[in-house]
T-cell receptor, first 113, second 113 residues
Framework: GENVEQHPSTLSVQEGDSAVIKCTYSDSASNYFPWYKQELGKRPQLIIDIRSNVGEKKDQRIAVTLNKTAKHFSLHITETQPEDSAVYFCAAVSSGGYNKLIFGAGTRLAVHP | EPEVTQTPSHQVTQMGQEVILRCVPISNHLYFYWYRQILGQKVEFLVSFYNNEISEKSEIFDDQFSVERPDGSNFTLKIRSTKLEDSAMYFC???????????FGPGTRLTVL
């Protein structure tokens, strides 16, 4: 069945360092890959997304890369700040479905001042 | 900026009781979803709804669950006979189209005693 694996489950960095979170998807028909940030007790909020016809996308300190052959995609956060601390979820949407998001298990990122 | 809203924010019920969770999606969106998140776990897809009918549902969405769009603005999730394991945060989401950003509501925390 459809599955998204996400690593690491926790990540601790010093302020100013970079953070990388990696995901692997199983459904080769997946064509849309959003990343959500969830602060404690809050709703998931989209921070960046990428479609399968693009290999990389950047928005200020955040970038996402996609390797369709390997079925990997990654989130890169540069110059991390304490307010980046949250749980980050990757997700995948299959072109054969009706837009359901299959989420990874999440990465708890802690940025220490 | 328009947002998805949900009521109530917290619902406590006895096992076996029926609950209705309510959502108001963003007004020009056409696709509606319910997801759930058991405490400390990932977000799981329950059901998607388009053109006044269910377009896809997960294995979690069994006969105890139903969804309805009773008017032009509300989207509801009904659990007919709640079980202890239904305790979770339930998120409603909506999107303009397929492979568009899904906007999440603030969630309803359901506690089944």
């Amino acid at each position: 069945g459809e599955n998204v694996e996400q690593h690491p489950s926790t990540l601790s960095v010093q302020e100013g360092d970079s953070a990388v979170i990696k995901c692997t998807y199983s459904d080769s028909a997946s064509n849309y890959f959003p990343w959500y940030k969830q602060e404690l007790g809050k709703r998931p909020q989209l921070i960046i997304d990428i479609r399968s016809n693009v290999g990389e996308k950047k928005d200020q300190r955040i970038a996402v890369t996609l390797n369709k052959t390997a079925k990997h995609f990654s989130l890169h956060i540069t110059e991390t700040q304490p307010e980046d601390s949250a749980v980050y979820f990757c997700a995948a949407v299959s072109s054969g479905g009706y837009n359901k998001l299959i989420f990874g298990a999440g990465t708890r990122l802690a940025v220490h001042p | 900026e328009p947002e998805v809203t949900q009521t109530p924010s917290h619902q406590v019920t006895q096992m076996g009781q029926e609950v209705i969770l309510r959502c108001v999606p963003i007004s020009n969106h056409l696709y509606f979803y319910w997801y759930r998140q058991i405490l400390g776990q990932k977000v799981e897809f329950l059901v998607s709804f388009y053109n006044n009918e269910i377009s896809e549902k997960s294995e979690i969405f069994d006969d105890q669950f139903s969804v309805e769009r009773p008017d032009g603005s509300n989207f509801t999730l009904k659990i007919r006979s709640t079980k202890l394991e239904d305790s979770a945060m339930y998120f409603c989401a909506s999107s303009r189209g397929v492979n568009n950003e899904q906007f999440f509501g603030p969630g309803t925390r359901l506690t089944v005693l």
